[in-house]
């Protein structure tokens, strides 16, 4: 791993020991520099008083859970990557976490490749939003103007603040109008890999396009899905 990534921090919110100490203890073999916590209460606590550079956060917490992590964090921090650990059977939690702001989400038993996968792309597109080289332009969609850069948007229902996988995913639609781009790659243009796995994080993301954008979200006109084939927008 290359010495950029080895400066990177991670702060690891996992009550389970058994697993957040293997976890910390890959995460540092591979170079970065973990502080782990099992409250969400102390999460908060140092958040407010160090950087960090990736969040991974468990959702079942005690005191205060990790949906409350995630909202807490948003509403001051919208570029934080939040890597979010939830049960298998726990789909409206998943789905409650992204709406809070979670980048992604990873149940419960998974692959440790997978993890340290995704913890590095999510790491290096954050990279990449802080260059000034790639910096994005305004866009204009459903008669708002957004900010790509300031993650903001301003239009017929008021001011919106976006999250950087929102803005991402919005610019891959948007920039590529009446294609349709399929679950796989979105998952790679946005998330930065490719997996048949957890492929409903798009979907999820989309219903928050919809809900932003959408003058009826339920019977969406701009973010049309196609069955089996993906997503396309529609000026």
């Known amino acids: 791993m290359e010495n950029k990534t080895r400066a990177c921090k991670i702060l690891l919110v996992e009550d ?10 890959n995460l540092e073999q591979e170079g970065y520099e ?27 917490l005690e005191e205060i859970d990790g949906f409350e992590v995630a909202r807490q964090v948003r509403q001051n921090n919208q570029k934080l990557p939040i890597l979010m650990l939830t049960a298998r059977s726990a789909v409206r939690d998943r789905i409650h976490g992204l709406e809070l702001g979670a980048d992604d989400y990873m149940t419960k038993p998974f692959h440790l490749k997978e993890l340290l996968l995704r913890v590095e792309r999510m ?8 260059s000034e080289e790639s910096l994005p332009p305004q866009i204009t969609v459903t008669g ?5 850069e300031k993650l903001s948007a301003d239009g017929p229902r008021g001011p919106i603040q976006l999250t950087v ?26 998330w930065g890999y490719n997996s048949k796995a957890e492929s409903r994080t798009v979907d999820n993301f989309i ?29």
């Open 34 to 60: 973990v502080r782990s916590t099992p409250s969400g209460k102390e999460a908060l606590a140092v958040i407010g008083s160090e950087p960090f550079d990736l969040i991974i956060l468990d959702l079942m």
């Open 123 to 130: 790491i290096e597109r954050s990279t990449w939003y802080e």
């Open 207 to 235: 219903v928050r396009l919809r809900k932003y954008f959408e003058d009826e979200p339920d019977q969406p006109q701009h973010f049309i899905s196609l069955r089996g084939k993906g997503y396309m927008y529609v000026p």
């Open 165 to 190: 996988l929102e803005a991402n995913l919005l610019q891959a639609l948007v920039t590529r109008p009446n294609r349709v781009l399929s679950r796989s790659e979105l998952l790679e243009k946005v």
């Open 16 to 25: 389970e020991l058994n697993l957040a100490r293997p976890l910390q203890f």
């Open 144 to 148: 708002y103007t957004v900010d790509l």
